[in-house]
């Protein structure tokens, strides 16, 4: 009774969305209706359905049908623990994107607010229905009305060449990977012609068809969430959207995407394969050393944060290939620790972020730059913003005790007991991944480094920064929600898990804490307190002990005077704001590391320039590599069905002709 | 949690505090003696913080907030990761809140503070210093965590006290895949503590300075909390070392007449590996910047190979 009100209410949230969207059309060019009535009732409705979800977690599964649709072709929808966390996540990501959103749009950009405002909650309503959906015709459906209503939003400056093309780029990359999936959709159902999600539970595939659905899933979901060589959308789309729309699409949407590959591999399915486990593994490392190298790249603020979610969802990819690992050899606590770890590390990526984009969103806004170039020392001028990224910037690094460092502790722990696995050769391989893991983690330390040190400290590398605001009222409250779920969920790792904990008890028929203890209030043991344990509250306590004794301390036994001086910087009078290290700077020793990685062009001058100029571009080399080359192979190929285009009515005359004779031929012999 | 644990988590606390500025004392001593110069007395890390504690501190104009918590950070880390690292006894009540792989954690945090406040102010050293420490970061500390899992595989646990629990009681045989790790361990300690060949601690050349560049700005107590951090980072390493390669003499849990001994063994070990940590500084030069990546990612390679010669051999 409870999970179908949960269901019911989920329903209704989606509903009142929708709701709200078409409210804002009253007035479509009111902003203040559409931001300060509209979006914090949207708020609210988000906080609804994370507390609905919340309630159906541990609940059993319920479904319902909704006759909305195409006649005999009903929406079937089902709320399960797996669509409740994914819910939760939706929920508590999108109230502070929300309420941000309420503070950020303005009038005059783009399009009109009310019919953005339509945009964004056809969106969340989308997002919503895409984790409810129960058959193949009701998630496409949502599926594609989230692609929609996502590239509207991406090109809500649609003036703009360069948004234009990034929002292209987006719709395409989204469609291929929709085709995949209703490819997938097709294998699965087994030529029964039932597309409901129960059927395809049912139905035992043979190999070949389990792993053709298989691979269609990891690169249909893979488009959306961005892996390997589909994720070459990403970093156009988040420079063109607004910041609060490249939050959602990064927090959120990118979860679908694990949604629907945790949905196809771990429940329609069945039981999976190893090798399914070593493709994503592969798949995923690639994925997070791609996105790591290259955010460390960038010097476009909101670039660096698209590559960094590559890189995370890499991590998520890579988590859940340990997943189906274990899975397929039935070591399920394993199995349950890795899909944990998957799980825990996607809502800690939607929380932190959701709060660094917003954060570049208030940057942009205070001083009208995304260059990191232009930026420096915004720390003195908004100090709300930065330490609320200062945040997100440790969690986003993976440190303690933030949340981001308990998804990769978790994560490798996982990788400590492949020893057990039976496979040799997996054996073999899979410590090369667990250090190319711990690879990925270093360098994102770097990246964060670089973003928040660039930003927020140091010297305006321009005069107009020192009259850049702080965010507004409602932005505050936006950052400070999302803030205070990284520290949550950071220090809290337990009752997190214990939350996460029914999903993989339905999916794998074993939940992390019911096999077994996972510590207590304060101290995380997965497996056993001897194995490992983690408290990150004891840390922060003792930490934050620490600091504050040696502060009164020093301040006791000596003196607290401080004095206000030039800076030092060995005595050299002349230094500028532009001699600090700029954005290339900074990561030019990885450019150097990894230079077969990218496809760089330098321009150096010599040393008799009389105008020395240095120029450096950094290309994704998967442009070259793969899409241009299918570019060329595409129009190659249209070129020569073209010459049968030859625009005489005689020919095509004949064309029908010698059609009609092939076919009586054909069906002579 | 018994008052028992308590007390021995509180010497590790004070010895950590004491033996820190000691152990780079003594290492200042030997590299002095062996490069034919009058040493500095043993206490000269003491005489030098208590100089800079009563120091006014002088901050740079442009300084944020940032500027003033980085040093209570960075040396919080520090001592937190001392008392995590069983020194004296593995009887720790805060052991259990961080393993091995919390412990890479913490460093890392502490790391991420000090490039941070590097960059505050803005001038060019700074960042150029906080880029080569992040780059040294990013190589040493994958490094350092395949060590950690080489060591844990063997115990099965990450725990620290459980490693040193299991390593001490096995019969004295050198696995193969310690001594990979073990080399990989000392590159990497290397490069953590700035020693030379990575960094010079007592260069003043700036073009040639990783953590001293970052520390350009800091003067008065906010330095003298830095140099102390540097020192215990130097000792939490030495410690860690020593708990996976050498753990006998740490005392296990309720074990007195073990933890009678333990503070002089660890002063003994202590007092070898700064030795040799002297002579190796003596004899080695100095790399160029760009050879560091090359050093560290040796490093990383046989960590990984130690992880490998363990799963696969079991040796």
Same mark, same amino acid.
């Given at each position: ?22 409210a ?31 309630a ?30 994914? +819910? ?11 309420i ?26 989308a ?18 009305? #989230? ?96 910041s ?14 694990? /949604? ?15 090798w ?27 670039? %660096?944060?698209?590559?960094?979610? !590559?890189?995370?969802?890499?991590? &998520? ?17 394993? $199995? ?31 001083t ?24 997100? &910037?440790?969690?986003a ?26 496979n ?30 660039v ?6 590398r ?7 605001? *702080? ?15 990284c520290? +949550?969920?950071?220090?809290?790792p ?33 497996? =056993? ?19 504050? +004794? ?18 030092? *910087?060995c ?18 020793p !990885? ?40 570019? $060329? ?6 070129r020569?069905?073209? #010459? ?9 005359? +004949? ?15 | 949690?018994?008052?028992?644990? &308590? ?37 000269? @890390? ?9 120091k ?10 940032? /500027?003033?918590?980085?040093? /209570?950070?960075?040396? =919080? ?5 001392c ?28 790391? %991420? ?10 001038t ?13 970061g990013?190589?040493?500390? @994958?490094?350092?965590? #395949? ?14 006290a ?9 019969e004295?045989?050198?696995?193969p ?7 990989a ?7 953590e503590?700035?020693? !030379? ?33 540097? =020192? ?57 910047i ?26």
């Amino acid at each position: 009774m409870n999970a179908l009100t949960a269901l019911d209410g989920a329903l209704t949230v989606v509903a009142a969305w929708l709701a709200l969207g078409l409210a804002g059309l009253v007035a479509p060019r009111s902003f203040r209706f559409v931001a300060h009535v509209l979006f914090p009732l949207s708020a609210l409705l988000s906080l609804a359905l994370a507390a609905l979800g919340l309630a159906a977690l541990p609940g059993a599964a319920h479904a319902m049908v909704l006759p909305i649709g195409l006649p005999g072709l009903p929406f079937h929808l089902r709320l399960d623990a797996l669509s409740a966390f994914f +819910l939760v996540v939706l929920g508590l990501a999108s109230a502070g994107i929300t309420i941000f959103a309420a503070g950020y749009f303005r009038s005059g950009e783009g399009t009109a607010p009310g019919v953005m405002g339509l945009e964004y909650h056809v969106f969340l309503a989308a997002m919503a229905m895409v984790m409810l959906a129960d058959d193949a015709y009701a998630f496409m459906v949502c599926w594609e009305l #989230m692609a929609l209503s996502s590239f509207l939003l991406v090109t809500t400056n649609h003036r703009i060449p360069e948004i234009q093309r990034a929002g292209f780029l987006y719709l395409l990359v989204a469609h291929i990977g929709a085709i995949a999936i209703l490819l997938c959709f097709g294998v699965l159902q087994a030529d029964t012609g039932d597309y409901t999600f129960a059927n395809m539970r049912a139905q035992h595939l043979g190999t070949f068809r389990a792993s053709a659905g298989f691979l269609l899933a990891l690169f249909g979901f893979g488009a959306k969430a961005g892996i390997l060589p589909l994720h070459v959308w990403l970093p156009e789309a988040h420079p063109a959207a607004p910041s609060p729309v490249s939050a959602l699409m990064s927090g959120v949407m990118l979860k679908t995407a694990v /949604y629907g590959m945790a949905r196809v591999t771990f429940d329609l399915l069945g039981t999976p394969l190893w090798w399914w486990g070593v493709i994503a593994l592969a798949v995923g490392l690639a994925t997070a050393l791609f996105g790591v190298v290259f955010a460390a790249a960038q010097v476009d603020m909101k670039r %660096l944060l698209a590559y960094s979610s !590559i890189e995370n969802i890499g991590l &998520v990819v890579i988590a859940f290939g340990l997943a189906i690992v274990f899975t397929a050899y039935r070591m399920l606590p394993l $199995a349950a620790l890795a899909m944990t770890a998957m799980l825990y590390h996607c809502a800690n990526h939607a929380v932190f972020k959701s709060l660094l984009f917003l954060g570049t969103g208030s940057v942009l806004h205070a001083t009208q730059e995304r260059n990191l170039g232009k930026l420096g020392g915004l720390m003195r001028f908004m100090p709300w913003v930065a330490v609320t990224s200062l945040v997100g &910037v440790v969690a986003a690094a993976g440190l303690p005790p933030s949340n981001g460092f308990v998804s990769e502790w978790l994560l490798l722990q996982g990788f400590l007991f492949t020893g057990a696995l039976p496979n040799p050769y997996l054996r073999m391989l899979v410590p090369v991944f667990a250090a190319g893991v711990v690879l990925v983690a270093a360098l994102a330390g770097y990246v964060m480094v670089k973003f928040f040190g660039v930003i927020f400290l140091g010297r305006p590398r321009e005069e107009k920064l020192a009259q850049a605001k *702080d965010a507004g009222m409602l932005e505050r409250l936006g950052l400070a929600w999302l803030t205070a779920f990284c520290v +949550l969920l950071g220090l809290f790792p337990v009752e997190v898990m214990e939350v996460i904990d029914p999903i993989p008890a339905l999916l794998l028929g074993r939940g992390l804490v019911q096999g077994g203890h996972i510590g207590g209030t304060f101290l995380l043991a997965p497996v =056993s307190a001897e194995r490992a344990s983690y408290s990150p509250i004891a840390i922060l306590v003792v930490g934050l002990a620490i600091a504050g +004794l040696a502060f009164l301390l020093v301040r006791r036994v000596y003196h607290g005077r401080v004095r206000r001086a030039a800076p030092w *910087d060995c005595g050299y009078p002349w230094q500028t704001a532009r001699m600090q290290d700029t954005a290339e700077g900074f990561g030019q020793p !990885i450019r150097q590391i990894f230079e077969p990685l990218y496809r760089m062009k330098r321009e150096l001058p010599t040393a008799f320039d009389a105008a020395p100029r240095y120029r450096v571009t950094v290309e994704d080399p998967m442009w070259a590599w793969i899409y241009l080359r299918i570019a $060329a192979a595409t129009e190659a190929v249209s070129r020569r069905v073209g #010459m049968l285009q030859r625009g005489r009515i005689a020919i095509y005359l +004949l064309y029908s002709f010698l059609t009609l004779v092939a076919l009586l031929f054909l069906t002579q012999a | 949690m018994n008052v028992e644990g &308590v007390l021995a988590q509180l010497t590790a606390l004070v010895a950590a505090l004491v033996l820190a500025p000691l152990l780079s004392g003594w290492v200042n001593m030997w590299r002095a003696w062996l490069q034919n110069r009058t040493a500095p007395p043993i206490t000269q @890390p003491f005489r030098m913080l208590d100089k800079l504690f009563w120091k006014e501190s002088v901050m740079a104009h442009g300084a944020s907030p940032m /500027y003033r918590i980085a040093p /209570y950070v960075v040396f =919080s880390c520090m001592l937190l990761a001392c008392m995590i690292v069983p020194t004296l006894s593995t009887n720790l009540p805060l052991a259990p809140a961080a393993d091995a792989i919390a412990l890479v954690g913490l460093f890392a945090l502490g790391r %991420l503070f000090m490039s941070l406040a590097a960059m505050d102010v803005g001038t060019a050293f700074g960042t150029l210093g906080a880029r080569r420490e992040m780059l040294v970061g990013f190589l040493a500390e @994958p490094a350092f965590l #395949m060590v950690v899992f080489t060591a844990s595989l063997i115990s099965d646990s990450t725990s620290l006290a459980s490693i040193v629990a299991t390593l001490s009681h096995r019969e004295l045989t050198i696995l193969p895949s310690l001594a990979f790790a073990g080399v990989a361990f000392t590159m990497v300690s290397l490069a953590e503590n700035a020693r !030379i060949p990575v960094d010079n601690p007592a260069t003043h050349l700036e073009l040639t300075m990783i953590h001293e560049a970052m520390l350009l700005e800091y003067s008065g107590r906010h330095l003298a909390l830095m140099e102390w951090a540097a =020192s215990l980072k130097l000792f939490a390493y030495s410690c860690a070392g020593l708990a996976l390669f050498f753990p006998w003499g740490i005392a296990q849990a309720n074990d007195r007449v073990a933890l009678a001994f333990a503070l002089p063994v660890l002063v003994a070990k202590l007092a070898i590996g700064g030795m040799l940590l002297a002579g190796i500084e003596t004899i080695l030069a100095k790399m160029r910047i760009f050879r560091v990546p090359e050093f560290l990612a040796t490093a990383f390679l046989l960590g990984v190979l130690a992880l490998l010669v363990r799963i696969l051999l079991g040796a």
